[in-house]
C-alpha cells in the first residue's frame, strides 16, 4: 500500500508538473554532473511543464522535449517490461491499470467541481422535463379532446388539465354532485360550474371504455411527471443556496444554474468577465452579428432574470450590462469566499433595484464601494468577528471636534493676518518698482534736451 500511494504520489506531481524529490534524486544518481561550458547532458522529457522545472532546478542540464526524443520514449514504454528485470508483460499491464484506477479516483475525490455537477445535471434533467411534459400534455389534451374538446377552453393548464382528467374519465358522469371535487381540483367556482354546463350540451363523440382508461394511464404518468418536477426544482434551490448562494439571490435558482451549467462550472464562470456573462447564451447570434456586421445581442441567457422584463425597451441593455456585472461579482464571491453567504446577494440586488429606479424617475443609487462596505459590515456581524478599531477612533474624533473648533478657528485669524501682511508687502513694493520706472523715463527724457544747444552752439561759431 506504502509503494502505491508513493506511486501515485509521483504520478500525481508529474501530471502538475512538479518536480518529486524521488524524481530528483534519481536524475542525480543517474546523470553524471558535467561543468564545462562545451559538453553539457541532455534530458529529454515528454511534458515541457515538468521539463521547465527539471531546468529550473538543474541549470547545468539541457532539458528538451523535442527531436528523438518522443520516439526514444515511445520504444521505452513499448520495451519496459524488458528493461527491467522480474517483470514481466502482463505484471506491467497490471500495474499501470491499478495505477490509472488510483489516480482517476483521486482526481475524482479532490475535484473542486464535484458540487457543481449536479448543479449542471439537475438544471439540464429541469429542461428536459418541462420540454416533456409540455408534449406529453398537448398529445393528452388533442387525444380527450375527440371527447370533450371543450375542456380545453376552460382549462388551460396542463397539470389542472391532467388531473381533471383522473376525476371525469367521462363527460357523461359529469353531475351536480362532482361540483365539490372539480372545485377542489381547478380551485374555482365558476370554473367547475363551467365544465359540468358544458359537459352536458359538448358536441364531442362518445368514446369506449377501454381508449378512456388508456386515456387515464397516460393522464397519470403527466401528474407524476409534473409532481416529480416539483421536487426537482426544490432539490435545485437547496443547492444553489448551498453553492451559490449569492448568485441564486440576485438573479434566482434556474438562471443562476443555466450559467453555471453553460460555463461548464462556478469556478469558469466566475474567471469570466462580465461582458461575457452578458452574452453567455447567445454565441450564436454574436458571431452573425460579427460576420454581417449587425448590431450584437445585448443579452443572452440573463434575458429570463426578472430584471430585464421590468425595464423599458431602450434601458434593457443598460440593465442587462448593469446585471452581468453584478452577477460576475456574486460568482466570485460565491467561488472564493471561505464562508458562504448570501448577504453579499441581497445587496447586490438591492443596487440592480436602485438602478432601475434611477432609469425610470432619476433617484441617484448609492456607490458601489458603499455597498460593499455595508456588506462586509454585515457579514461580520453574522459571523460574530469583532468590528475593527479605526471606527471607535473615529467616533473619539467626532466628540473631540466641538473643542477643536475655536484652536481651529484662531488658526485661521492668524493666516489671515499673515496673508494681510504679506499682501500689504508686496503692494509696497509694486508701488516702489513703479515710482523707480517713472523717474527713469522721466530722466531719459531731460537727456535729449541738454544736449541740443549745445549742437546750435556749434553750428553758430562755424558760420562766424
Known amino acids: 500500500s ?7 504520489e509521483n504520478m500525481t506531481s508529474i501530471s502538475e508538473g512538479i518536480l518529486h524529490d524521488d524524481l530528483e534524486n ?12 562545451k559538453s553539457k547532458s541532455t534530458v529529454g522529457v515528454a511534458d515541457t511543464r515538468l521539463g521547465a522545472a527539471i531546468q529550473e532546478k538543474f541549470t547545468q542540464w539541457i532539458v528538451t522535449a523535442t ?10 514504454r ?23 484506477h488510483s489516480y482517476s479516483r483521486a482526481k475524482v475525490k479532490f475535484n473542486v467541481h464535484r ?10 434533467l429541469l429542461d428536459q422535463l418541462d420540454k416533456d411534459i409540455n408534449t406529453f400534455s398537448m398529445r393528452i389534451k388533442e387525444w380527450y379532446s375527440y371527447h370533450f374538446p371543450e375542456l380545453m377552453k376552460i382549462v388551460g393548464d396542463n397539470h389542472t388539465y391532467a388531473r381533471l382528467l383522473l376525476c371525469i374519465p367521462s363527460r357523461k358522469e359529469l353531475t351536480s354532485d362532482k361540483l365539490d371535487e372539480l372545485e377542489a381540483v381547478v380551485s374555482d367556482s365558476d370554473k367547475a360550474k363551467a365544465i359540468i354546463e358544458a359537459g352536458r350540451t359538448s358536441m364531442g ?8 382508461i388508456n386515456i387515464q394511464h397516460f393522464a397519470k404518468r403527466v401528474v407524476s411527471l409534473v409532481e416529480y418536477r416539483q421536487g426537482l426544482q426544490e432539490y435545485l434551490h437547496k443547492k444553489m443556496t448551498s453553492v451559490a448562494p449569492n448568485l441564486s439571490t440576485l438573479i434566482g435558482d434556474q438562471v443562476g444554474a443555466r450559467l453555471i451549467s453553460h460555463a461548464g462550472s462556478l469556478t469558469n464562470l466566475a474567471k469570466y468577465p462580465a461582458s461575457t456573462v452578458q452574452i453567455l447564451g447567445a454565441e450564436k447570434a454574436l458571431f452573425r452579428a460579427l460576420k454581417t456586421r449587425g448590431n450584437t445581442p445585448k443579452y443572452g441567457l440573463i434575458y429570463h432574470s426578472s430584471f430585464i422584463g421590468r425595464a423599458s425597451s431602450k434601458n434593457k441593455g443598460r440593465i442587462s450590462r448593469y446585471l452581468a456585472n453584478k452577477c460576475s461579482i456574486a460568482s466570485r464571491v460565491d467561488c472564493f469566499a471561505e464562508s458562504q453567504t448570501h448577504i453579499f446577494g441581497e445587496k447586490l440586488r438591492e443596487q440592480v433595484e436602485e438602478r432601475l429606479d434611477f432609469y425610470e424617475s432619476g433617484k441617484t443609487p448609492r456607490k458601489n464601494i458603499d455597498v460593499m462596505k455595508e456588506a462586509v459590515a454585515a457579514v461580520a456581524v453574522a459571523s ?14 467626532a466628540t473631540e471636534t466641538e473643542e477643536e473648533t475655536a484652536d481651529d478657528g484662531e488658526a485661521e485669524l492668524k493666516k489671515k493676518k499673515s496673508d494681510d501682511d504679506v499682501d500689504g508687502d508686496k503692494k509696497k513694493k509694486k508701488r516702489k518698482k513703479r515710482e523707480s520706472a517713472v523717474e527713469e523715463e ?3 527724457v531731460e537727456l535729449p534736451a541738454t544736449k541740443t544747444p549745445k549742437k546750435k552752439k556749434k553750428k553758430s561759431a562755424a558760420e562766424d
Open 205 to 212: 363523440m362518445d368514446i369506449a371504455p377501454l381508449d378512456l
Open 384 to 397: 460574530g468577528e469583532p468590528t475593527p478599531k479605526k471606527k471607535k477612533g473615529k467616533k473619539r474624533k
Open 442 to 444: 522721466e530722466a531719459q
Open 115 to 124: 458540487i457543481d455537477n449536479m448543479i449542471i445535471q439537475s438544471i439540464a
Open 26 to 37: 534519481f536524475l542525480e544518481a543517474n546523470i553524471p554532473r558535467i561543468c564545462t561550458r
Open 2 to 8: 506504502s509503494d502505491l500511494a508513493n506511486a501515485l
Open 78 to 100: 513499448l520495451h519496459f517490461h524488458k528493461l527491467v528485470q522480474g517483470l514481466g508483460r502482463s505484471a506491467a499491464g497490471k500495474a499501470q491499470l491499478g495505477l490509472g
Open 67 to 76: 527531436g528523438v526524443v518522443p520516439e526514444l520514449l515511445r520504444g521505452i
